[in-house]
């Protein structure tokens, strides 16, 4: 017999639970415009610097924040999407890489392109939001 998902209750809202790495200059916009949905739950912000003005936000609506990737990791599958807007080349492999090591098949990483598609269309710019890392490729 097949399993089925539970559906949602009346009234209630399906959400996306998202995690964002990178609180800088291309991950406060996007904390910004992910707050203003109600079916985008940011579960969690992670910067090096504590101070960045994204963390700042985060902090002050009583998201968790962290300057460790691996907290990130460790929420397991209560994300569905960990967007990664950091602009590291080392930091993405190292991100794939720890998810590797995780039995989790559930999380999505997001590349910064797709980051900056979300944000653009967020504020239904006619143009691509240009990319503050340029030197940012695939892996």
Known sequence: MEERKPSLLRGEQETVK???????RTGTPLIRGFLQFPYIKIFCVCDLNPDAEGMLIAREKNIFTTTNIEDVVNLGEELDLVINV??????????????????????????????????????????????????????
Do not use: F, W
């Open 18 to 24: 998202v995690g964002i790495i990178g609180a800088g």
């Open 86 to 139: 950091t602009g590291d080349p080392t930091l993405r492999k190292r991100l794939v890489n720890y998810y590797l090591r995780t039995a989790n098949a559930h999380t999505i990483i997001v590349h910064e392109k797709i980051a900056r598609l979300m944000v653009s269309l967020a504020q239904r710019s006619a143009e691509l939001m240009k990319s503050l890392h340029p030197r940012v490729e695939g892996l």
